[in-house]
């Protein structure tokens, strides 16, 4: 609308990845030097990694558009195939010619090795380049393993390159992958641009587009641009194309403070899009009285939903509720016992060392590791413990929220994107009792994790004492069960196609916190449709495009832009 006006040619801030308006900030032009040395010196495994938005796609297109003639490309964007597909997919790309009667794996194979050799002949060059690769499957990523034998005695006949959100650099390093992992040779994670950076873009991208050197930006414009992005290219194209559109209206060649203002302003309508702040993490210096305050609070709330004799020497409660079940989700009541048993007399246990694996024999006869283990009163009386009983009361009526013991099945991989606490339901009671001393541990039992660390998590013992525990400890011990608390409104209204609201902008905004692009507009349309549903393939769950209670209980877990309730 505004290039006439302004004099470009085509618009200077699309978010389609073009390479002639790559800028070469010093971190991409870090990254491409990476690329291009991994190429040429045949390293055969690179990976780049960057947030999203921040140019990895762009980038490899430039890449790509530098290479000569004797370097054959093979490019896959969408990482969602089978590994049949995989093969079949990067010999279409190297446009080799494979037999109708081809239908097993072997037979891609060997067609693709004969055309390597083939290429390695003639001096040329082979590259596999592989986007959004963060959401490969392990199968796939085992075959791409098995790829890189493709070799001849001295060099590699194909160089493969993954470029992926920030996620791929975690998913590599889970001790599945772990031969993947150490056949990578170059790496490079790719960083936002630098405030002094953002003017250089924004004036090259307007050159690039054909201004005239009509139209500028003031300093508070560039200021402003940079303090809401925060360097992310993508969010700089989104602010600068609005901000053009409002000078446009305005008569004006100059950008000002004021208008960037109202551009942001615009874009993000009434959503606040920074994340909140992990409640949970606050210290816990007045758990009991904190805890019987929010027992109480439940018991009101959800009008007779059942706590037990797990917590009753904190409380006394004797409510008979139902197991409440949906379609999808399972919320429901605390199982009954007896009695529930004291927390344990205090005994010295060390931390879990926080080495590849966890010793199997205790240092000495006082180190009951096994008091990691809880069993389902304490584990479930910890998780009440750690939730935040303040920030369920804010703003939120008690006779309009529900509480839930939200329970699902996953792999122990999806463990890192957990923002909150949860107990997971150990796998083998008698391996876990096998690295500790005494009694035998209960059936079932579980590990409470408060918080997930970069190598591992900070997990809450029997006596409520924090202790670190490695990734290997985790992935070792985990039963697949997981279930944390959920705090809900009209868990019972699912989202579907056609319904729009600031519901849709916080499901919108949730499935772009955890890398699944859909732009906030508050209406469920296609796009939306299509990313929900891809989430719930990766998750397991029937790829309906439909939010209903399951959902909306992961996001509440992995998503800060989804809190507290739908």
């Known amino acids: 609308m505004y290039n006439s006006f302004f004099g470009f040619k085509e618009n200077p801030f699309s978010l389609t990845p073009d390479p002639n308006y790559l800028y070469l900030s010093q971190y991409h032009k870090e990254a491409f030097d990476h690329l291009l040395y991994g190429i040429n010196e045949r390293?055969?495994?690179?990976?780049?990694?960057?947030?999203?938005?921040?140019?990895?796609?762009?980038?490899?297109?430039?890449?790509?558009?530098?290479?000569?003639s004797s370097t054959k490309t093979a490019l896959i964007f969408n990482a969602y195939i089978s590994d049949m597909e995989f093969w079949r997919t990067i010999n279409q790309e190297f446009g080799i010619e494979t037999a109708v009667a081809a239908q097993s794996k072997k037979d891609y194979i060997d067609a693709l090795n004969q055309f390597l050799l083939e290429t390695f002949s003639q001096d040329g060059n082979a590259i596999l380049l592989i986007d959004e690769a963060q959401n490969l499957s392990h199968t796939v990523l085992e075959q791409i393993r098995m790829l890189s034998n493709l070799e001849t005695e001295k060099e590699k006949l194909i160089q493969i390159v993954l470029v992926g959100q920030s996620e791929l650099r975690e998913l590599l390093a889970t001790p599945s992958l772990r031969q993947l992992d150490e056949r990578i040779m170059v790496r490079y994670d790719l960083k936002?641009?630098?405030?002094?950076?953002?003017?250089?873009?924004?004036?090259?991208?307007?050159?690039?587009?054909?201004?005239?050197?009509?139209?500028?930006?003031?300093?508070?414009?560039?200021?402003?641009?940079?303090?809401?992005?925060?360097?992310?290219?993508?969010?700089?194209?989104?602010?600068?194309?609005?901000?053009?559109?409002?000078?446009?209206?305005?008569?004006?060649?100059t950008v000002s403070k004021s208008m960037v203002q109202k551009a942001i302003r615009d874009i993000h309508g009434n959503a606040t899009l920074e994340p909140?702040?992990?409640?949970?993490?606050?210290?816990?210096?007045?758990?009991?009285?904190?805890?019987?305050?929010?027992l109480l609070i439940t018991i009101?709330?959800?009008?007779?939903?059942?706590?037990?004799?797990?917590?009753?020497?904190?409380?006394?409660?004797?409510?008979?509720?139902a197991v409440v079940k949906t379609e999808t989700a399972l919320f429901r009541p605390i199982p009954a016992k007896s009695e529930?048993?004291?927390?344990?007399?205090?005994?010295?246990?060390?931390?879990?060392?926080?080495?590849?694996?966890?010793?199997?024999?205790?240092?000495?006869?006082?180190?009951?590791v096994a008091s990691l283990f809880l069993d389902?009163?304490?584990?479930?009386?910890?998780?009440?413990?750690?939730?935040?009983?303040?920030?369920?009361?804010?703003?939120?009526?008690?006779?309009?929220?529900h509480l839930g013991l939200f329970s699902f099945y996953t792999e122990p991989e999806h463990y890192i994107m957990f923002r909150k606490p949860f107990r997971v339901q150990v796998a083998d009671p008698e391996l876990a009792e096998s690295h500790g001393q005494g009694d035998p541990l209960p059936s079932p039992c579980y590990l409470l994790i408060r918080e997930v660390t970069?190598?591992?998590?900070?997990?809450?013992?029997?006596?409520?004492?924090?202790?670190?525990?490695?990734?290997?400890?985790?992935?070792?011990?985990?039963?697949?069960?997981?279930?944390?608390?959920?705090?809900?409104?009209?868990y019972d209204v699912a989202f579907a196609r056609g319904m729009s609201g600031p519901d849709i902008i916080k499901l919108q905004q949730a499935l772009n916190e955890l890398g699944y692009s859909v732009p906030p507009t508050g209406l469920f349309a296609s796009l939306?449709?299509?990313?929900?549903?891809?989430?719930?393939?990766?998750f397991g769950l029937v790829a309906n495009g439909i939010v209903g209670t399951r959902i909306k209980g992961l996001l509440y877990q992995m998503s800060d832009q989804y809190e507290l309730h739908p």
């Open 454 to 490: 970069a190598d591992g998590a900070v997990a809450v013992d029997a006596e409520g004492k924090e202790r670190p525990i490695t990734r290997d400890f985790i992935l070792t011990h985990w039963g697949k069960e997981v279930s944390w608390m959920y705090p809900y409104v009209n």
């Open 43 to 68: 390293k055969g495994f690179i990976v780049v990694t960057g947030g999203i938005g921040t140019g990895k796609t762009t980038l490899c297109r430039a890449l790509l558009g530098s290479l000569d």
């Open 528 to 538: 939306t449709f299509e990313q929900v549903t891809r989430f719930q393939d990766d």
């Open 192 to 253: 936002p641009l630098d405030k002094k950076d953002v003017q250089g873009y924004i004036e090259h991208r307007l050159v690039v587009a054909g201004g005239k050197g009509n139209l500028r930006f003031t300093r508070g414009a560039f200021e402003a641009i940079y303090a809401n992005s925060r360097g992310n290219p993508r969010r700089i194209n989104g602010i600068c194309d609005r901000a053009l559109l409002i000078a446009y209206y305005k008569d004006e060649f």
């Open 300 to 321: 009101a709330a959800l009008g007779g939903w059942n706590v037990r004799k797990e917590i009753s020497g904190l409380i006394s409660g004797k409510q008979e509720g």
């Open 340 to 368: 529930a048993p004291p927390l344990p007399a205090e005994s010295k246990v060390p931390p879990v060392p926080a080495e590849s694996e966890t010793p199997s024999v205790p240092a000495g006869p006082e180190m009951k």
């Open 376 to 401: 389902e009163d304490e584990s479930l009386a910890g998780l009440f413990r750690l939730f935040d009983a303040k920030e369920f009361q804010k703003d939120h009526d008690a006779n309009e929220i």
């Open 276 to 294: 909140k702040p992990m409640a949970w993490l606050k210290k816990r210096t007045t758990a009991l009285s904190m805890l019987v305050l929010l």
